[in-house]
């Protein structure tokens, strides 16, 4: 399918290439073609600040810049590939890709469980063909959609991409475009969703031309990263164009099933009809035409329902958002951290608030925020919210880039996998969490310029200061660092490692059972166990299952309210199958309406209701 890309430089078959920038900035602009020739094409000016040709003579592969008034030349902000970097010349890509996955349609909201990963540090080769080599690790987990973090060219060839630059590149030291496409084509294949995560808040320092050619930034709102993105002022319009058209171009030429848009928080629009409500209607209306399932999903520190309310009641119309209230209030009752954003959280009834109705604060003063913080979400649908333990801002933006496996024991990392993978909403998990990785996930950059590298390291020092952690970063600018982060396949095989991956998998695939077994749940949380334990039972016609979280350190005694009947055990982290202490629960337990249980320390106990009908 050839691209139906309204900017950049596109392939149209037959040696002919067209050309359209928007450059209002410019009275006149020419293409310079670099490479395999050197030629210089004017380029026709169009209404609203558009300059285009048609371009015969031309094949994949050539190279180009865009001369700006006869001075200045740069890449095409609308590039597809950036072979030689931020820095060098655009290359014409043809989008003509053998693809394999006739039929796919995508999965459903519901039944995603979400893997985030890192194309550069997943793999050895640290390339979409080394994630390829690892998919079936991935679809034995039970994981139904991959997540990538942003591939939009960046400086250098080590970065999280949040400094990307041009956001049609994919990223050279990853495999290009055509690495993208084999790793998209081959998880369809495998019955594998792949969500990407999206940058439009802000672009990187390094490499971002923009400005020379419009007024894709504005003066009018400052943003944690620089000038914000112009979305409601002046010449707006043609800024949505650009960034709207990059959600279609990955969808349509990638066939992606899903976005991630990055931190909404800082996309400041303050007009009758916002940019994110009209990245959503015509991402959706690409999803109909289309025939598969495209979501749409928000990462949001607002807590506002509003973000997945429908277009049509004022809502922004994501399909679903990220909830960090539920990570924050699970890691600080696991780990008792209490500084920075934790402040506002770390008792029982914070993580059983958000098991129950999503968000913690919903209207409630913020002690961190030193406001009141949040609206309500209890009426929103349990799948319209993502949930983890760990992500990549919640391990890589902590100085010493240490995940849980660094911070808790094994009994505790098995009840933090409980708590998100069998809660309600939809779970995501971090590369390497399913099996402990040890290795640490820190930040890490390639940049050029000394003055930006020096300025990060400083920015880095105050972010942490909130947290009083008293080590020193490691230099995010090092080799080193990068390497550090690569995932060790190799430990999946070996001991509490090799344990906790079979616990995950279990989980997930109990998980699966619940949801074919009913597909509307209703769900009852309360706390139990002298208020270390937190009881979530979920019931519908013919299926009903309770789950008990002890987070004490301790042992306890106590009686909990559950139904009557014969209950099953499904799962018990204590057991020592899964190394645990050994555990005191019988295969079977009879309720008549009050169980008393003694529970071990840390852990989780799974019990299904055993049917009258079944044997």
């Known amino acids: 399918m050839r691209p139906s890309k309204w900017l950049g430089g596109v392939y149209l078959g037959d040696l002919r290439c067209r050309f359209r920038v928007w450059a209002p900035f410019a009275r006149k602009v020419e293409v310079h073609i670099v490479s395999p020739e050197d030629r210089l094409v004017e380029l026709e000016p169009r209404p609203l600040g558009y300059f285009q040709a048609v371009v015969d003579g031309l094949r994949p592969g050539t190279r180009y810049f865009y001369r700006l008034d006869g001075k200045v030349e740069r890449p095409d902000p609308a590039s597809e590939f950036q072979p030689e970097g931020v820095h060098g010349p655009s290359e014409i890509v043809d989008h003509l890709f053998p693809w394999r996955d006739e039929g796919w349609k995508g999965v459903n909201l519901e039944d995603l469980v979400i893997y985030e990963l890192h194309v550069g540090t997943f793999s050895t080769a640290g390339t979409f063909d080394g994630v390829v080599e690892h998919l079936d690790e991935l679809k034995e987990l039970g994981i139904t959609a991959v997540e990538l973090m942003p591939v939009a060219e960046f400086p250098g060839a080590r970065n999280w991409g949040y400094d990307g630059v041009y956001p049609f590149a994919v990223h050279h030291a990853y495999g290009g475009p055509w690495g993208l496409k084999r790793l998209v084509n ?67 030429q990638f066939h992606l099933d899903g976005l991630r848009v990055d931190a909404i928080h800082g996309i400041m629009d303050f007009s009758a009809r916002p940019f994110l409500q009209e990245l959503t209607r015509k991402v959706h209306r690409r999803s109909s035409i289309l025939g598969r399932r495209i979501h749409v999903i928000a990462e949001s520190d607002l807590n506002d329902a509003r973000v997945v309310k429908e277009r049509k009641l004022g809502g922004l119309g994501f399909d679903a958002q990220w909830n960090d209230d539920f990570h924050h209030a699970l890691h600080a009752l696991l780990t008792g951290e209490r500084e920075g954003y934790y402040l506002d959280f770390g008792s029982l009834r914070h993580l059983s608030r958000s098991l129950r109705e999503g968000f913690v604060y919903q209207g409630q003063y913020s002690r961190y925020r030193q406001r009141r913080h949040g609206n309500r979400s209890r009426d929103i649908k349990p799948y319209r919210l993502i949930v983890f333990s760990q992500n990549h801002d919640q391990v890589g933006n902590r100085m010493l880039g240490d995940r849980l496996s660094a911070l808790l024991d094994f009994e505790a990392l098995k009840l933090a996998a ?53 080590n020193t970063p490691p230099d995010p600018q090092k080799e080193a660092t990068f390497f550090r982060c690569k995932l060790q396949w190799g430990l999946r095989t070996q001991g509490q490692h090799r344990v906790l991956l079979r616990f995950y998998q279990t989980l997930i695939a109990l998980r699966k059972e619940i949801l074919q077994k009913a597909r509307s749940i209703h769900w009852d949380v309360k706390e139990v166990l002298r208020n270390q334990g937190i009881l ?80």
Request: aromatic residues 16%; negative net charge.
């Open 186 to 252: 081959e998880c369809h294949l495998k019955g594998l969703a792949v969500i990407l995560d999206v940058v439009y808040n802000h672009l990187g320092p390094e490499g971002n031309y923009l400005e020379d050619f419009g007024p894709y930034f504005t003066e009018r709102y400052k943003s944690p990263w620089g000038r914000a993105v112009n979305f409601d002022g002046p010449n707006s319009d043609e800024v949505r164009r650009f960034f709207i058209g990059n959600a279609l171009y990955w969808i349509e």
């Open 418 to 470: 409980g708590v998100v993978i069998l809660s309600p909403f939809v779970p995501l998990l971090f590369m390497g969490e399913e099996y402990g990785e040890t290795a640490p996930f820190l930040y890490f950059t390639s940049h050029g310029d000394p003055d930006l590298v020096e300025s990060i390291r400083k920015g880095r020092l105050e972010e942490f200061s909130a947290f009083a952690w008293k």
């Open 536 to 615: 979530v039972r979920s019931f519908s016609p013919g299926m009903e299952v309770i789950r008990i979280y002890h987070f004490g350190k301790e042992s306890c005694e106590a009686t909990v309210s559950i139904p009557p009947g014969l209950w099953y055990k499904r799962i018990d982290s204590w057991d020592t199958q899964w190394m645990g202490p050994g555990s005191p629960f019988p295969p079977y337990v009879r309720s008549r309406g009050d169980l008393p249980l003694r529970v071990p320390s840390q852990g989780l106990l799974v019990l299904e209701l055993k049917r009258s009908n079944e044997r």
